[in-house]
């Protein structure tokens, strides 16, 4: 007996967190020889680009967050997601004993609650209709509700690069977490629709050649770049090192 669609999400959807959860530890020790030997990255440098543990933490996100997308092709947006909290419990895990950042008592029960949290929105999550069409996904991504919410969400992130973010970033975590956790709103809708547009061209109802593939695809890969940027400046936030002994640590995709 085969395993139901969901059941498939889910499944991708832990193991996602799962390397995704690695992946941060792993860069996160990239990101400390390279600042040892060159411009930290939380001041802009890039010299990160040339550690091959740090390669070797983004090729195990990488691996986690197509386990990500393709759970997304068969599990609603509302099942997979919550999940993707899984990670936080991971890295924290990792952190304490492959970093030494100790697990404070605050930080076991953050761990407690992102589970609880999950396991309550998976339990509870509502049915979801599935879009048939790239079309539909674009249908309904160009309701007024839908654009006032992008335009905000746009507005604030502007805002948080171009203000506060010189101003703050090296001291509060706020900033950097604000940035990549806004643009991951709008990734998970790009990936649901580039989801369900490989799904239904592989069941052989094309949808590459609408435009509207190619802005979903266009928008999920800015999304991305600039959460994995700002990412990167937030292992060097020294509230940043803080929080994540405090289970603050949160993933972008």
Known sequence: MGLSDNSMGLILAVASSAFIGSSFILKKKGLKRAGASGTRAGVGGYTYLLEPLWWAGMVTMIVGEVANFVAYVYAPAVLVTPLGALSIIISAVLAHFMLKERLQKMGVLGCITCIVGSVVIVIHAPQEHTPSSVQEIWTLATQPAFLIYVAATLSVVLALVLHFEPHYGQTNILVYLGICSLMGALTVVSIKAIGIAIKLTLDGVNQIAYPQTWFFL??????????????????????????????FLQYIM
């Open 218 to 247: 266009t928008v999920a890969a800015i999304c991305v770049i600039t959460q994995l940027n700002y990412l990167n400046k937030n292992f060097y936030c020294r509230r940043w090192i803080h929080s994540m002994r405090q289970l």
